[in-house]
């Protein structure tokens, strides 16, 4: 599959690639970034590495997790975009960025070029989205994006909400 590019206003969001391992290690290593979603931080550099090199969704589904670069200087602000669950049959969006870029639309913008891509360009009938509930800021960033609350569930033993958009409730306009 040739490299993926979605362009934003602010953003461009890209495939991972392995010399993303010290954007990934030091996101992963702040405790609030991680502190609600389950995963535990990498231990080094390589691991981060080992990881990358073995990310072969792209190859596998045609979609998956995108770096989310900074246009006009080429930062790299943390990842956003769709994963396949072959578990659940689920396409789920989901978005990390480092403490620093919270709270400027970031998330909003990137989580909104990934939705109308897996919806409208790949064609997906369902997209959901999870969060912890006391997760107010991805929570509100999945409401700004148009998903709807569909049920609760739980996460990793916390309260878990979460939200879906289906193909049909875009206008045909957009598709």
């Known amino acids: 599959m040739p490299d993926f590019l979605l362009t934003t206003g602010r953003l461009y969001l890209r495939c991972l690639i392995p010399s993303d391992a010290p954007c990934f290690y030091q996101l992963n290593a702040d405790p609030e970034v991680l502190r609600y979603t389950g995963d535990r931080p990498f ?18 589904y045609g979609y998956g997790r995108w770096a989310v670069v900074r246009r006009f200087d080429e930062n790299c602000l943390g990842w956003c975009g769709l994963k396949y669950s072959p578990e659940s ?9 480092f403490r620093k870029y919270w709270g400027q639309g970031y998330a909003t913008e990137a989580a909104q070029a990934c939705l109308d891509y897996g919806l409208q360009k790949l064609g997906l009938e369902q997209i959901v989205g999870r969060a912890m509930q006391s997760n107010r800021a991805s929570v509100r960033v999945l409401e700004k994006i148009g998903m709807r609350y569909w ?25």
């Not at 990881?51 to 969704?57: I, K, P, W």
């Not at 996460?155 to 957009?174: C, K």
């Open 89 to 97: 049959g689920e396409t789920d969006i989901g978005f990390r960025f």
């Open 43 to 60: 231990e080094s550099i390589a691991e981060a590495r080992a990881f990358l090199d073995s990310y072969d969704v792209y190859e596998r």
């Open 151 to 175: 049920k609760y569930f739980d996460f990793n033993n916390q309260a878990g909400v979460y939200y879906r958009t289906l193909r049909e409730h875009i206008s045909h306009d957009e598709r």
